[in-house]
């Protein structure tokens, strides 16, 4: 019996505009039938918010101080609330078909793909758990603008501590989600930018709650290998085929909100 194949593609450090452009360059050649499933993680050069894609920028950032502080912003293909991208971080994309995942719906595609996350992160010596969230009881407290600063449905936890942001499209029956692992969180960071309240966040890096030095390398690695374990798969490095790239070109203007 043959071990589905999936590609593993390990982008490095790049601008805010062209990693979104490339996870939907992604999105698109997988409906086209051009690619399998992908793994996709990378970092971003310079430093950048993402905001989700309906989400009001001018009511959740102060675009000046972004400037100011040489942050970029950029559009994500995917929903949910903004993030800041820094050095501290490994950003991943899961590019795949509902059908493999056996998911009638976004929910049912979070927790699918939850299950290599979970086998990742107990490989890091982690003990995370998929948290189900109903509405809240009682009044709502204000919006929050930033993603970790709040909890939302079917979060992935370490005791009490949020610590992977996920967002997710669907297109045709295929699924894009992207999400962040942070590896240390400053709120302190967020205050110039974001427009919210000073409140705590829910929220906590990999290596606050593992207690230890965690690196983007190691994090790359577990994922790769909790997702092979929990979908029963093997992966093949290759980069972005020809076409991919060149479709990232062009989406990437169309991505960028703000850019130095």
């Known amino acids: 019996m043959t071990t589905e194949l999936w590609r593993f593609l390990d982008s490095g450090l790049l601008p805010g505009a062209h990693n979104m452009a490339v996870d939907e360059a992604l999105l698109e050649a997988l409906l086209a039938g051009e690619t399998p499933p992908t793994l996709r993680v990378y970092g971003w050069r310079p430093p950048a918010v993402s905001v989700g894609r309906f989400q009001r920028v001018d009511a959740s950032l102060d675009l000046e101080a972004c400037r100011r502080l040489g942050v970029d912003v950029v559009r994500r293909p995917t929903g949910g609330r903004a993030i800041l991208h820094t050095a501290d971080e490994v950003t991943f994309s899961v590019v795949v078909s ?12 979070y927790r699918a793909l939850a299950a290599g996350i979970i086998a990742a992160l107990r490989s890091l010596g ?6 189900e969230r109903g509405a809240p009881v009682g009044p709502a407290p204000a919006p929050d603008p930033a993603c970790f600063a709040v909890k939302a449905r079917c979060d992935l936890v370490v005791g009490s501590a949020k610590v992977v942001g996920s967002a997710q499209v669907q297109r045709r029956g295929v699924v894009l989600q992207q999400n962040s692992l942070p590896l240390r969180l400053r709120p302190a960071d967020w205050e110039p930018i974001f427009r919210r309240a000073a409140r705590p966040p829910e929220a906590a890096g990999l290596r ?10 190691e994090v790359a690695a577990a994922l790769r290998d909790g997702f092979a374990a929990a979908f029963g798969i093997r992966f093949a490095d290759a980069p972005l085929a020809e ?5 990232a070109r062009d989406l990437a203007p169309r991505a960028a909100v703000l850019s130095g």
């Open 208 to 217: 606050d709650v593992a207690g230890r030095p965690i690196g983007c390398g």
């Open 98 to 109: 509902a059908a493999r995942l056996g998911a009638t719906g976004v929910m049912d595609a």
């Open 243 to 247: 076409r991919e790239l060149s479709r």
């Open 126 to 131: 982690l003990d995370p758990r998929l948290v």
